[in-house]
């Protein structure tokens, strides 16, 4: 019967063998899951022999994790924000990028209460709850194409007492009509992998989490061509775009924007310097 202490040590060792990154913290965070505490509490409790039950489910988890399936979907849940969600194979694992992407939207709207917010493609639903949670009354319009990621973001909503502040839509942007107007906002962290650089992503991002969700299967543009021209006709006058991007992309969305009577572009940088977020006011 092995200790908490010889179980992590173990599976640290499988892990970098098998080349996954940050072995330990991996092997930690696992074990904590399956004891139900926080990973700096096992270090209280190194000498406590695993039960049975315990040890299967660890090398069950060790095992996943040795495939490169993403730590997020093995365990379930992640932290953004401040705010905890639940995540599975049907949505985007959330990035701290993204972080950046609510922080600028929260600061610039933070004093204006009962805005009307469209967040497009909203996955695990964390953008939308966040912009509940920190902004005064919005009123959200939440959508995405899959009834099983809309399941994932309404129980979100739920898990952070939000879900009477966001409508859930299963919509295709590409496809269906928005049927509403007069929106001040509309965010969106669409899918901006170019069907060229698909094939080059990491493991764990091209063959677990939705492609869906990552690519639009042609030059990675496509959607904010999409919800410019959409912005363009449901937006109130000096109503604003707020995307987030890939690297390099920026000044191409610039462009997209400024085609469709946006202007007052604005860039924002993450923190590798890299432009991440890209909004627009319509004229």
Known sequence: MLTVLESINLSTEFLKNKGVESPRINAEL???????CKRLDLYLSFDRPLSDSETNQYREFIRRRSKFEPLQYIIGEVEFYGLDFKVNNTVLIPR???EILVEKIIEENKEKPGIKILDIGTGSGIIAICLAKYLVDPRIIAIDLSEDT?????????????ENLIDFEIKDILKDEINDYGFDLIVSNPPYISSEEFPTLQQELRIYEPKVALTDESDGLSFYRTITSIGNKILNKNGKIYFEVAQNQANKVRMILESGDFFNINFQKDYLNIERVVSGELN
């Open 30 to 36: 696992l074990l904590a899951k399956i004891l139900n």
């Open 96 to 98: 701290p990028e993204t």
């Open 150 to 162: 809309i399941s994932v973001a309404k129980e979100n909503a739920v898990l952070n007492s939000v």
